[in-house]
């Protein structure tokens, strides 16, 4: 009987297994399906095209584990901040951090850094306690890098347009593409990287830089055009950095003028970055330029950075992230505080 009871009841676990594996199956068709149907849907939004059926399939396998990732980060409900599946779901990270980013962290810049010791910001004490220099119209609209790594261009760009403003009352969005075709008998080089300290340097020996509009972005490296970029718009009289790894330093330089910073935008995370105060998983190799234009404190009291980036207005909060502030590490979340500087004029 004992024999005969467990085996009735090995068959009634068979034909519950049966069930159960017929429903999880039809259910991973089903997910299956739904899947390729959102893959679709997001390549329809993005514009994005294959090129043969197997790169599809390629693609939407590392599309399909991003969302899976993303779905199973957000419904945790520990963090601070979401991910979405934006126009990087369907890059491993590998093949993002090869393309998006294009800070080159350099020795010789270091040095020349360290000699540099001024900051005209040292003794302000008259910080608000939040900023937004989107409000006082010293920031223009997102732009996109696209894929050439040239972020250093546009966080260059971004903190002169806003010093710009500061010193003349005029909001100019400035050419991107004359640093990325002109700036090229030092150490930038193009799509391939570069520094905003260098960035400055050229605009001041250059005069200047000239309007967006006069010399569109291209987002390949291309060849100087002296006849795009004859009339400056905007100048600089110089640049300094802000004390390394000092958030209050930081906070003093940026509740003053929008402000360059290096991060380190490397991991998974930041590439699916949606909203909400990005708080991490991030090292300090900096790898990125973007722009600290603001900082305040979130709802729930996290106090945060404002931070444009140059990725289009699809990724992040519309273009834009907030990364956590005053955190234990002095180098600050991402490395913010690491590398920053700022133009003036
Ligand atoms: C800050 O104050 C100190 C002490 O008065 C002074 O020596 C220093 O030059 C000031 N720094 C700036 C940038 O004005």
């Known amino acids: ?27 991973r068709d089903l997910s299956e399906a739904s899947m390729v149907d959102r893959h679709e849907k997001w390549m329809a939004q993005h514009g994005r095209v294959y090129k043969d059926a197997a790169e599809k399939l390629h693609r939407f396998k590392i599309f399909k584990a991003n969302v899976e990732y993303i779905e199973a980060f957000n419904s945790a409900g520990v963090h601070k901040y979401k991910l979405g599946a934006n126009q990087f779901a369907d890059l491993t990270n590998e093949e993002f951090r090869a393309s998006y980013n294009g800070f080159r962290p350099s020795k010789s810049n270091a040095a020349k850094a360290a000699d540099r010791s001024s900051f005209k910001y040292e003794n302000f004490t008259a910080a608000p306690a939040s900023m937004d220099w989107r409000t006082k119209g010293a920031v223009t609209p997102i732009k996109n890098q696209g894929e050439c790594g040239c972020c250093w261009a546009f966080s260059a760009v971004a903190s002169t347009e806003g010093i710009h403003k500061l010193s003349t009352g005029k909001l100019i969005s400035l050419s991107e593409q004359e640093l990325v075709d002109c700036d090229t008998s030092g150490e930038d080089q193009g799509c391939n990287g570069g520094l905003m300290d260098n960035a400055f340097e050229f605009i001041m020996k250059n005069k200047g830089l000239t309007t967006e509009a006069k010399y569109p972005y291209t987002a390949t490296d291309g060849t100087c055009s002296s006849k795009k970029a004859s009339t400056s718009a905007a100048t600089i009289t110089g640049y300094e950095d802000v004390p390394a790894n000092n958030e209050a330093s930081l906070l003093k330089a940026v509740a003053n003028q929008p402000v360059s910073v290096a991060i380190d935008a490397g991991d998974s ?13 991030c090292g300090t190799e900096l790898d990125h330029g973007v722009t600290a234009v603001g900082y305040g404190k979130a709802s729930d009291g996290t106090k945060y950075w404002l931070v444009k980036n140059s990725w289009g207005t699809s990724w992040g909060e519309k273009g834009y992230i907030r990364m956590e502030r005053d955190v234990d590490a002095e180098e600050g979340l991402c490395g913010i505080a690491m590398q920053a500087s700022y133009p003036t004029a």
Request: glycine share 8%; aromatic share 12%; net charge negative.
């Open 269 to 281: 995370d930041f590439q699916l970055y949606s909203s909400g105060v990005f708080t991490g998983e």
């Open 1 to 27: 009987m004992a024999s005969l009871a467990s085996h009735k009841c090995l068959l009634f676990s068979l034909v519950i297994l049966g069930i159960w594996v017929s429903v999880s199956t039809a259910s």
